[in-house]
Structures are given as C-alpha cells and as structure tokens.
C-alpha cells in the first residue's frame, strides 16, 4: 500500500516508505527542499528588515535591485546549479542514499552562501 506503511529496511539497511523506491526518493527531495525553502524565506525576511530599518535601503531601492542585470545574470546561472541539486537525488540513487545519511547522520555541512557580484 503506497504510502501507509511504516518504514522498512531494505536488504541493504535503507528505509523504504513507500512500494515505489522512486517514490522514496523523490519525497526525501520534496522534504529537503521545503526545508531549504524554509530557511531561505526565514534569512530573506531577516535581511530585508534589517536593511529597511537601518535606512541602508528603501522599498524603491530594494525593488529597483530586483530589476537590476548583474541580478539577472547571477539568477541565471544559479537556475542551473539548483536544478542539478534538486533533481540529482531523483535520476541517481546512490546520490540520494548518501543525502540521506548526511541528514540522519548529523554529518550534513552548513550551507554556503556564495556572495553575488556587483548587483
């Protein structure tokens, strides 16, 4: 039965929660990136208070920076390295066995944020 049963352990020791190994995998992605969506949305709104309430930018400012095309560009780039990420644990699932373990683990490094060029 899809997606009513406890987790079991598969011959190799990997938890399997749903008939569909696919299935699995691809929820374990839907999961990380809702928490990634999380954590970004969270830093988001953090920055952009700050910078309102210091006067280091205004709203206009701040909405004129959107339209910018050093934005553009870096948006562009960073498109292809998300959509690697986000699909790799799904096509591979090897890959998706090792994310795993890095969560369950605690052995997960922090996110990098790369800062963006002149915007």
């Known amino acids: 039965m899809v997606g009513n049963r406890a987790a079991e352990a598969d011959p190799a020791g990997q938890h ?9 995998r691809l929820m374990g992605t ?3 990136l809702a928490g990634e969506v999380f954590v970004l949305k969270a830093l988001n709104a953090r920055l952009t208070r700050a910078l309102l309430a210091s006067g280091v930018l205004t709203d206009r400012q701040l909405a004129e920076i959107g339209d910018s095309a050093g934005l553009q560009d870096w948006l562009d780039a960073e498109k292809d390295e998300f959509a690697r990420a986000l699909l790799g644990p ?21 996110t990098v944020v790369t800062p963006m060029e002149e915007i």
């Open 90 to 110: 799904i096509r591979d699932p090897d890959l998706a066995r090792q994310y795993e373990s890095q969560v369950f683990d605690g052995t997960v490094a922090p």
């Open 30 to 32: 839907v999961v990380a």
């Open 16 to 24: 399997q929660y749903f008939d569909d190994p696919a299935v699995t």
